[in-house]
């Protein structure tokens, strides 16, 4: 029995709840790919910075998948990080997620372990350009149990407020930490960042 479709925030498009279930209301989404590696023949993709030495950057050569990763060993410990936008229409009492895609490379034992941080500066010049990273809580650990497998793993962002310079149209730096116990390099795809948006007639990003 269908008993009514409860109040949604401003701008919110109405949706399906499924059969015989209230309509509810969702925010859009803004998703933003972030390649870490380009072709061809394995080069670091220009979308991501790393320190000199922490990651390499490979052909994958599969028979299939002939796309590039950057390498790392969990056990060894790398970081990389991207700057991308906040838009404008961003939904800012929703936080925006992060899903890391990778491969297990030779790997059929040992952890890989990812921890995202975040650094945001305003648009109007009131805050450096080299802020501070927040850290969130690392995400759960996945095993390798089998070499040449593709994994993903990611979460909700915590520390993207206002407090913390986070504002609507503004910039964020991500940065994306590997750790574990795995010994051998692993092959490190993408970033997929989403984030809710509450579509507005003034925006124009």
């Not at 989404?29 to 990651?55: H, L, N």
């Not at 838009?87 to 995202?116: C, H, L, R």
């Not at 850290?135 to 990611?154: D, L, V």
Request: proline share 5%; charged share 10%.
């Amino acid at each position: 029995m269908i008993g009514g479709t409860a109040a949604g925030t401003a701008h919110q498009r109405l949706q399906s709840g499924g059969s015989s279930t209230d309509p509810t209301f969702s925010d859009d989404r803004d998703v933003k790919v972030i390649p870490f590696g380009a072709t061809p023949g394995g080069t670091g993709g220009g979308s991501v910075s790393y320190a000199s030495g922490q990651w390499s950057a490979t052909a994958r050569a599969g028979t299939n998948n002939i796309g590039t990763a950057l390498q790392a060993a969990p056990s060894t410990g790398a970081a990389l990080q991207f700057l991308l936008e906040l838009p404008g229409d961003w939904d800012a009492g929703n936080q925006p997620y992060i899903n890391i895609f990778f491969g297990s490379g030779t790997n059929n034992s040992g952890t890989v372990i990812w921890t995202a941080s975040s650094a945001c500066s305003k648009q109007d010049g009131s805050v450096s350009d080299d802020p501070s990273f927040l850290a969130e809580s690392a995400f759960a650990a996945q095993t390798m149990a089998a070499a040449n497998r593709m994994w993903a793993k990611g979460g909700k962002f915590t520390a993207m407020t206002s407090a913390n310079n986070c504002v609507p149209g503004s910039s964020v730096i991500v940065t994306v930490a590997l750790s574990g116990t795995a010994t051998a390099p692993i092959n490190a795809y993408q970033a997929v960042i989403t984030i809710p948006t509450l579509p507005i007639a003034a925006q124009v990003n």
